[in-house]
């Protein structure tokens, strides 16, 4: 998948610009995503309500939405298994459109409900993809038919565009600092170890790992398991600590 994106052409700076500075006022990913949705609501003039679909583990999950109606319609297609979100997020396609719902033959089960339920007549889907790595699919509804214009479509793949690399820098640096919370309790583990039986850090990490394999759980989890409890595995003795 190339990184090349249509998103930028014909969005005037400052609306980029707004697009960023908005994205980027936290580092979670919850935050994130939820200025990703009410931007667009906000910014793109066909869009009346906006979600996410996201890929977690190859399982679609409803992310965060704008009001009722995107929770609602994103829910049915996860429920259904079908719908234009559904194949975008699982990259059947990079974007899907429907600007008549009411008379779309694709996905009979779903439109029939979210047209009639939730009065929407016309969506835009787009992918969230940064590099090779997808996160699913910004989903823009609105209640009126034929409601994108051209002008729309750019804004939208610009969002996308920003919203997929927002996603991918929040990950980025939740997974550094949960690298380096494992990293300082299994120090700690280390510490308590090197304490107790008066041992240097490389047997205590020797245990660790023997600890981890013998009791088939993760080594981060054992040494979490000895900071808080102050307690060996129930497998594990004084004896072991020896290598």
Same mark, same amino acid.
């Given at each position: 998948?190339?990184?090349?994106?249509?998103?930028?052409?014909?969005?005037?700076?400052?609306?980029?610009?707004?697009?960023?500075?908005?994205?980027?006022?936290?580092?979670?990913?919850?935050?994130?995503?939820?200025?990703?949705?009410?931007?667009?609501?906000?910014?793109?003039?066909?869009?009346?309500?906006?979600?996410?679909?996201?890929?977690?583990?190859?399982?679609?999950?409803?992310?965060?939405?704008?009001?009722?109606?995107?929770?609602?319609?994103?829910?049915?297609?996860?429920?259904?298994?079908?719908?234009?979100?559904?194949?975008?997020?699982?990259?059947? #396609?990079?974007?899907?459109?429907?600007?008549?719902?009411?008379?779309?033959?694709?996905?009979?089960?779903?439109?029939?409900?979210?047209?009639?339920?939730?009065?929407?007549?016309?969506?835009?889907?787009?992918?969230?993809?940064?590099?090779?790595?997808?996160?699913?699919?910004?989903?823009?509804?609105?209640?009126?038919?034929?409601?994108?214009?051209?002008?729309?479509?750019?804004?939208?793949?610009?969002?996308?565009? #920003?919203?997929?690399?927002?996603? =991918?820098? =929040?990950?980025?640096?939740?997974?550094?600092? $949960?690298?380096?919370?494992?990293?300082?309790?299994?120090?700690?583990?280390?510490?308590?170890?090197?304490?107790?039986?008066?041992?240097?850090?490389?047997?205590?990490?020797?245990?660790?790992?023997?600890?981890? $394999?013998?009791?088939?759980?993760?080594?981060?989890?054992?040494?979490?398991?000895?900071?808080?409890?102050?307690?060996?595995?129930?497998?594990?003795?004084?004896?072991?600590?020896?290598?």
């Amino acid at each position: 998948m190339s990184d090349a994106r249509g998103g930028g052409d014909g969005v005037p700076p400052r609306e980029q610009e707004r697009l960023s500075r908005g994205l980027h006022r936290s580092n979670e990913p919850a935050a994130r995503m939820q200025a990703g949705v009410d931007l667009a609501v906000e910014l793109i003039d066909g869009c009346d309500h906006a979600g996410l679909t996201m890929v977690d583990g190859g399982v679609l999950r409803s992310g965060a939405s704008s009001d009722r109606v995107a929770i609602r319609a994103d829910e049915l297609q996860n429920q259904l298994g079908t719908g234009p979100c559904v194949e975008v997020a699982q990259l059947e #396609h990079r974007t899907s459109f429907v600007s008549d719902l009411q008379n779309d033959q694709r996905w009979l089960a779903w439109g029939q409900r979210v047209y009639e339920e939730l009065q929407v007549d016309s969506l835009l889907s787009l992918l969230l993809y940064s590099g090779e790595r997808s996160f699913g699919a910004l989903n823009l509804y609105s209640g009126r038919g034929r409601a994108f214009d051209v002008g729309d479509f750019a804004m939208a793949e610009t969002l996308a565009a #920003h919203l997929a690399a927002a996603v =991918s820098d =929040s990950q980025e640096i939740e997974n550094r600092n $949960q690298g380096m919370i494992t990293r300082t309790v299994i120090g700690q583990a280390e510490g308590i170890l090197m304490e107790r039986y008066g041992i240097g850090p490389d047997e205590a990490f020797s245990f660790l790992r023997r600890a981890s $394999q013998e009791t088939n759980q993760k080594l981060a989890l054992v040494a979490e398991q000895l900071v808080w409890t102050r307690e060996l595995p129930k497998t594990l003795g004084q004896a072991d600590t020896t290598t």
